[in-house]
């Protein structure tokens, strides 16, 4: 996999500043122990004095005490533009080495396919699909759970192997091996991340908050295989009973368990999937006065092969809610309006929610979209 874009994967940690140093546009992370048993007892002191204060910089300290930071005070490094003003979003790592983790890739592979599944049957799911939307949201769960649970006894439907209660052990993808894929070359950066919303001006403006974020690109290599368990539970009907109509949904027959047949399909259901997204985001931007330079960098994404993975990818890459929107609007408006979904309450126009849900887009300062990978083949 190669960066076409920045990709954060979060650990959910974040760091401020008196946890790094910066020089010459680079950060480093400092292991604070080592650094603090390096001090002498006065600058201790003022060391543990000042990190009370809520402004406290570590910068700031190891000038003002021209304190010598030997290289194994540091954590890592990273490449900046200019030093953050606020906590960094740390990016998952190994041994402090970036690495993409398999269970994202299969996320964004499990959306593409479900995507897909529905397209291609939609008029007979309808009724399944608006019966689970409707039970979600009539049900008496808090307002948050709604919001997660919506449409999730659907989805795991659509991947299940038996009619029993939804279990890992029977999903579909779990013939789907995914290794996690350890960098060739990479560069760890600190970027701003932008939140741009379209407002009543038709303008696409930033919102008030920074958010400093790891980001990692590069080279990363791993593994995408089917499971040879997937040929001895075939044959065992009673403990998988709807594994050979499920088949389809990984383009594969029950008499024909190709692995690269399978690859094929994943890819080309990617390619079909994200080029659909993206083309929903520059449907966003196309109505903003000011969108046409947002909408040349979305158009000038290559979406062959391609990926989307991460923080800051967005609503149409993580739920189905602008195809629902295509296929029923009234249910679109629906969800939206019932779990709250928006700032504003929605209305329908020309057959489109207005203001358009999703209506906001991440960039990073420098107007890059996030997540992007494409696959090389091994």
């Given at each position: 996999l190669e960066t076409l874009t920045p990709v954060h994967i979060g650990t959910g940690n974040s760091y401020g500043k008196a946890e790094f140093i910066t020089e010459?546009?680079?950060?480093?992370?400092?292991?604070?122990?080592?650094?603090?048993?390096?001090?002498?007892?006065?600058?201790?002191?003022?060391?543990?004095?000042?990190?009370?204060?809520?402004?406290?910089n570590m910068d700031e300290f190891v000038r003002k005490n021209k304190i010598r930071v030997s290289e194994d005070m540091i954590l890592y490094r990273a490449l900046?533009?200019?030093?953050?003003?606020?906590?960094?979003?740390?990016?998952?790592?190994t041994n402090n080495v970036p690495y993409i983790p398999g269970s994202s890739i299969k996320?964004?592979?499990?959306?593409?396919?479900?995507?897909?599944?529905?397209c291609k049957d939609y008029d007979n799911l309808r009724d399944k699909i608006d019966s689970c939307i409707y039970k979600?949201?009539?049900?008496?769960?808090?307002?948050?759970?709604?919001?997660?649970?919506?449409?999730?006894?659907?989805?795991?439907?659509?991947?299940?192997?038996n009619d029993r209660r939804y279990d890992a052990k029977y999903d579909l993808l779990k013939f789907l091996h995914i290794s996690d894929f350890m960098p060739i070359d990479h560069e760890l950066k600190i970027k701003n991340?932008?939140?741009?919303?379209?407002?009543?001006?038709?303008?696409?403006?930033?919102?008030?908050?920074?958010?400093?974020?790891?980001?990692?690109?590069?080279?990363?290599?791993?593994?995408?295989?089917?499971?040879?368990?997937?040929?001895?539970?075939?044959?065992?009907?009673?403990?998988y009973p709807l594994l050979k109509d499920k088949l389809e949904i990984l383009g594969l027959e029950g008499g024909d368990l190709e692995e690269e047949k399978m690859l094929t399909h994943i890819k080309d259901t990617l390619r079909e999937f994200n080029r659909w997204a993206i083309d929903r985001e520059i449907?966003?931007?196309?109505?903003?006065?000011?969108?046409?330079?947002?909408?040349?960098?979305?158009?000038?994404?290559?979406?062959?092969?391609?990926?989307?993975?991460?923080?800051?990818?967005?609503?149409?890459?993580?739920?189905?809610?602008?195809?629902?929107?295509?296929?029923?609007?009234?249910?679109?408006?629906?969800?939206?309006?019932?779990?709250?979904?928006?700032?504003?309450?929605?209305?329908?126009?020309?057959?489109?929610?207005?203001?358009?849900?999703?209506k906001s887009i991440e960039f990073t300062s420098q107007k890059e979209p996030l997540g992007w990978m494409r696959f090389e083949n091994g």
């Open positions: 010459n546009n680079k950060l480093r992370r400092i292991i604070f122990s080592k650094l603090y048993d390096s001090l002498s007892e006065d600058q201790k002191g003022e060391l543990l004095s000042e990190l009370e204060e809520k402004e406290f900046m533009k200019s030093p953050p003003s606020r906590e960094i979003r740390e990016q998952i790592k996320g964004a592979i499990r959306t593409a396919l479900l995507w897909k599944y529905i979600t949201l009539h049900s008496n769960l808090p307002l948050e759970k709604k919001k997660k649970n919506i449409c999730n006894e659907f989805i795991s439907k659509v991947f299940q192997l991340i932008r939140t741009y919303s379209l407002f009543r001006n038709r303008k696409l403006e930033p919102k008030p908050f920074n958010n400093f974020t790891e980001v990692v690109t590069g080279s990363f290599i791993g593994t995408i295989s089917l499971s040879p368990q997937i040929k001895t539970a075939i044959k065992n009907e009673q403990e449907e966003l931007c196309r109505k903003a006065s000011n969108g046409r330079n947002f909408c040349e960098v979305l158009r000038g994404i290559d979406t062959e092969n391609s990926i989307r993975i991460g923080f800051g990818v967005g609503t149409t890459y993580q739920t189905l809610i602008k195809l629902i929107e295509e296929k029923d609007v009234n249910l679109a408006q629906r969800i939206v309006n019932t779990l709250r979904l928006g700032k504003f309450n929605r209305n329908i126009k020309e057959d489109k929610l207005t203001p358009p849900y999703p």
